[in-house]
């Protein structure tokens, strides 16, 4: 049976052929925009940082950077790491990536406002009762707010910070949600977080459980259209630069 999850899901409305690639034919990633390499860097940092916090040992700041450019060095390979914007330099986004755990790590030191209840979470739930849709994900931080709400907490690193509109029709976090209400309660208050690390914001959204039904019945169609699919044709879009195939598609499909 096939576990779907968010990005599962995104990646066959993005670009079916895509989807096709990373999902039907299994193909190894070709190459990796160094946008994400950062974001996965600046995550595996505020995931070390929580845990040692959780432990009561706070890290200093110059740790903290200093963790950072040790996961860079560790993971950084040129062949395979592309910046697709020319002109800009790897020290720029390496940059970024430090000016964001700054900013995170000023803002809420000394992590005590809340109670932290589990960092990078898996968590797994089916959408119809019966095991048939089944769905998967991680969650950067899940956290008991001073309110006694369950928080889900997304990091961003990106510059895109969607409108509020936006992020109250949001899928991903809203999804958890649904995951997470067999462990802490139907009825308990919950709310979505996201962290925009390079814009020093963040944004938070509720969902009714109208909301919640209907995004279920949403997704279970987004499922039941892959399901049937026997074709994955390319769908143009601003990402195919960042694609990780794109290489292998416009040699294919030019």
């Known amino acids: 049976m096939t576990i779907y999850s968010h990005s599962r899901l995104a990646s066959f409305e993005k670009c079916p052929k895509q989807f096709e690639y990373r999902y039907i034919q299994e193909l190894p990633a070709e190459r990796e925009g160094i946008e994400a390499f950062m974001g996965k860097r600046v995550h595996e940092v505020l995931e070390r940082l929580y845990e040692f916090a959780g432990q009561g040992m706070i890290p200093s700041l110059p740790q903290v950077i200093f963790r950072y450019h040790a996961f860079w060095d560790e993971h950084y390979d040129d062949k395979r790491v592309q910046v697709v914007r020319k002109g800009t330099p790897v020290s720029h986004y390496r940059n970024l990536g430090v000016r964001c755990l700054e900013y995170y790590y ?10 932290t209840l589990g960092v990078e979470e898996e968590v797994k739930f089916d959408l119809d009762g019966n095991g048939d849709y089944a ?3 991680v969650i950067d931080r899940i956290v008991r707010g001073e309110d006694g709400a369950i928080e889900i907490h997304d990091y961003k690193t990106g510059r895109y910070m969607p409108s509020q509109k936006e992020l109250n029709n949001d899928r ?5 949600q649904l995951g997470l209400r067999d462990q802490y309660g139907h009825d308990s208050e919950y709310r979505l977080v996201w962290h925009y690390l390079q814009r020093h914001e963040f944004r938070t959204s509720t969902r009714s459980n109208d909301q919640l039904d209907a995004l279920r019945e949403q997704t279970i169609g987004v499922i039941n259209e892959i399901e049937a699919a026997s074709a994955y044709p390319v769908q143009r ?3 195919c630069d960042w694609c990780e195939y794109k290489d292998r598609c416009h040699a294919e499909h030019p």
Request: glycine share 4%; no cysteine.
């Open 106 to 115: 000023r803002r809420y030191h000394p992590f005590d406002q809340d109670e």
């Open 135 to 137: 769905m998967r994900g």
């Open 172 to 176: 991903q976090l809203a999804l958890y």
């Open 237 to 239: 879009n601003r990402l």
